[in-house]
């Protein structure tokens, strides 16, 4: 389904900067990335020439608001963006780098969103992040340690 198609499905008026945003999101999922504002920014640039950060944050509020992209906020790191949507997964953020990897609900439908007190509220999505550091920073670490070692 094309970008226009999406988000006139949504009942949203289709803009150059909606369209190239969903497009970036797109792009990046494909790839398996997770784009803080700045970055998306930057690829939305490549495609339209010009387009101000506060447009890019609007849009990116719009497409979050109609379940086009997600937003997360892993403690300590800046907020992130992504074009897959529409599943439970999860994250892995790296404690060094903030590098941010999906990661699959671990079994069956969903289990974490069986809450074991909901206090009367319907659960739609739970949020799950896990914490270490990817093989680059460990790779980096094990280097620096070595070195100190050896000093």
Known sequence: MSVQHRLRAR??????PRSAVLQV???????????ATAEVAGRVRERLGSVSLQ???DCLDVLVDAGLARRIEPAGHAARYEGRVGDNHHHLVCRNCGRTVDVDCAVGAAPCLTASETSGFVVDEAEVVFWGRCPDCQSHRTSEEREERTS
């Open 25 to 35: 999101l797109d792009d990046a999922a494909r790839r398996h990335e997770h784009l």
């Open 11 to 16: 009942g949203l008026r289709v803009t150059a």
């Open 55 to 57: 447009a890019v944050y």
